[in-house]
Nanobody
Framework: QVHLVESGGGLVQAGGSVRLSCAAS????????MGWFRQAPDQEREFVAG????????YYADFVKDRFTISRDNAKNTLDLHMNSLQSEDSAMYYC???????????????WGQGILVSVSS
């Protein structure tokens, strides 16, 4: 059974930094695409960042603007998201997700974590 468990997050002041981590089990982590998504109240879930398994290429949403960094550790089966220069608009539930498809989009992800809340105070 696949499990994705997010950690980190919480309340942070605007301009601050947060690191999210996702621990994966029950899958071949080195052969799966991973991504971070977020969903704010009354909004659709949106792509934040992703990393494939083929060559560890990374992908970011335009709104990230070099503020976030995604990374994976295949030896530890973990996925991290370092978020800097946080703004109030970044407040949302953040989800870790996995897919055997190289297309890292909400509708293509097979497995999801429960999510973790990031709140940015202005």
């Amino acid at each position: 059974q696949v499990h994705l468990v997010e950690s980190g997050g919480g309340l942070v002041q605007a301009g601050g930094s947060v690191r999210l981590s996702c621990a994966a089990s029950g899958l071949t982590f080195s052969k799966i695409a991973m991504g971070w998504f977020r969903q704010a109240p009354d909004q659709e879930r949106e792509f934040v960042a992703g990393v494939n398994w083929i060559d560890d290429s990374t992908y970011y949403a335009d709104f990230v603007k070099d503020r976030f960094t995604i990374s994976r550790d295949n030896a530890k089966n973990t996925l991290d998201l370092h978020m800097n220069s946080l703004q109030s608009e970044d407040s949302a539930m953040y989800y870790c997700a996995a897919s055997h498809s190289p297309v890292i989009r909400p509708g293509r992800m097979e497995y999801w974590g429960q999510g973790i809340l990031v709140s940015v105070s202005s």
